[in-house]
């Protein structure tokens, strides 16, 4: 390990103050004939929550684990605060902080028993080691949970904290958090997003964020990319995004899917962009408020009267329609996984990055 990486992992809370940015240029993983990551390009600066976003099977977790030095890139490069993945893994490790799901839970130990056990790995002291158990697990709201309290009886809400405070005993500079809310109910979820800014804005921690829920990217992230089928299909702050869509969003609620695709059909000339799914008609035009007259004029000359309608503003999800042709739900549905490497050890193919 260098120096500078030593000094990063004892450096305290003033580790988040050094280099956290994050580079990627062509970046690029096969597996046998299948390309999971196809030249990848990213750059994040330090200091900033960077939300990761994009279907199941469409290259973020493959992406994640070549950050983290889980697997190695076929071609390209990446550098994690300064440290090629390739050629300076222990250096990339000691600065960075990763939360997977669930993964590394010892169901038979406390909350404190991980906790002293992972900082006395990362080389503190017996009395530095309670100390920083005793402020973490305050900062992730488990301090009140009954000491003897094994694992295994915690909810799903409290594995997912504590798996956050195990990321964060060395004071990391980068923090890798993995879909962090799947599964959470709102108040836990809420808890978690919280705590998130706090950690970038009092500590100043980069944040790297996988997730497939569109609001979340939208209310955490300075700036998102947006990855399907391996490859990065935009990137940059969600309002700009979603403005580059240049369009606002008429939502047209139909008495059924029959109705809605001749409605479809109907008002093809007043709009070349247009998304139809079941009952729902989503019609993307400049200024919405000007057209919606002419396009309940031309619904009632059809005799397809909506059972609904409503004006948005073009979302995340409308960026990724735009970029890709289909929504993020209907990405889900494209039966694309992301592969297990054979060479990776068994206890890394079980984490789900």
Request: hydrophobic fraction near 45%; aromatic fraction near 4%; charge should be negative.
């Amino acid at each position: 390990m260098t120096d500078a990486a030593t000094a990063a992992a004892r450096g305290g809370r003033t580790a988040a103050a050094l280099d956290g940015s994050i580079e990627v240029a062509g970046l690029t993983r096969d597996f046998g004939k299948l390309r999971a990551v196809d030249g990848a390009d990213l750059t994040v600066p330090s200091g900033q929550i960077f939300g990761f976003l994009g279907p199941n099977g469409a290259g973020k977790s493959t992406l994640v684990k070549m950050l983290v030095t889980i697997l190695r890139p076929t071609a390209g490069t990446a550098t994690v605060a300064g440290f090629d993945v390739a050629r300076q893994g222990g250096d990339v490790r000691a600065v960075i902080g990763v939360a997977l799901q669930e993964v590394g839970l010892d169901q038979l130990m406390t909350a404190r028993e991980m906790l002293v056990l992972q900082a006395r790995l990362f080389g503190s002291s017996s009395a530095g080691a309670q100390e920083t158990t005793e402020r973490l697990l305050r900062t992730v709201g488990l301090d009140d949970v009954d000491p003897k309290k094994r694992v295994g009886a915690y909810s799903g809400g409290m594995k997912r904290r504590l798996d956050l405070a195990l990321a964060l005993v060395h004071d990391p500079r980068i923090l890798f958090l993995d879909e962090p809310t799947t599964g959470l109910d709102p108040a836990s979820r809420m808890a978690v997003w919280a705590e998130v800014r706090r950690l970038n804005q009092e500590l100043g921690m980069t944040i790297f964020l996988t997730t497939q829920y569109l609001e979340e990217a939208d209310r955490l992230a300075d700036e998102v990319a947006i990855i399907n089928r391996g490859r990065i299909v935009a990137q940059g702050k969600p309002s700009d995004l979603k403005r580059s869509v240049g369009d606002e969003v008429v939502e047209i609620e139909f008495a059924d899917g029959d109705a809605a695709a001749q409605a479809d059909a109907v008002l093809a000339p007043l709009a070349d962009q247009r998304k139809l799914a079941g009952s729902e008609l989503r019609v993307y035009v400049p200024r919405a408020a000007e057209v919606v007259p002419e396009l309940v004029r031309r619904l009632d000359a059809a005799a397809l009267p909506p059972a609904g309608l409503t004006l948005s503003q073009a979302t995340l999800d409308d960026v990724f329609l735009r970029a890709t042709g289909e929504t993020m739900k209907e990405a889900e549905g494209d039966g694309r996984d992301e592969p297990v490497d054979p060479d990776t050890p068994a206890t890394q193919k079980e984490a789900t990055l």
